[in-house]
């Protein structure tokens, strides 16, 4: 049975969903990214992404998430990274 990478990253995501408490905000963004765009899922149990310059930290800091969404954007055809989940109460999503 063949199965595309569309299929394949909604089921991801949503097993990710499921485990991680997402804001509504976070909700949001991630449905303005479409499955067709997606490059590739990344996500951690221990440590999280820098937001700043995308790199995995081995330690849950301030600004770092546990879920990175690589994907292109449909406008601008740029690659963009969107950011799951903090690892911080600290942290507070302002970006929509």
């Not at 299929?7 to 509504?24: G, I, M, W």
């Amino acid at each position: 049975m063949k199965t595309s990478p569309n299929s394949h990253f909604e089921r991801a995501l949503n097993k990710l969903l499921k485990r991680y408490d997402c804001t509504q905000n976070e909700r949001k963004r991630l449905r303005a990214v479409a499955m067709t765009t997606i490059s590739k899922i990344s996500h951690t149990e221990y440590g999280g992404f820098e937001e700043q310059t995308g790199a995995f930290l081995s330690e849950a800091m301030n600004s770092t998430f546990k879920i990175k969404i690589d994907y292109i954007d449909q406008h601008t055809q740029a690659f963009k990274s969107l950011y799951l989940v903090p690892n911080t109460e600290e942290y507070f999503d302002t970006s929509i």
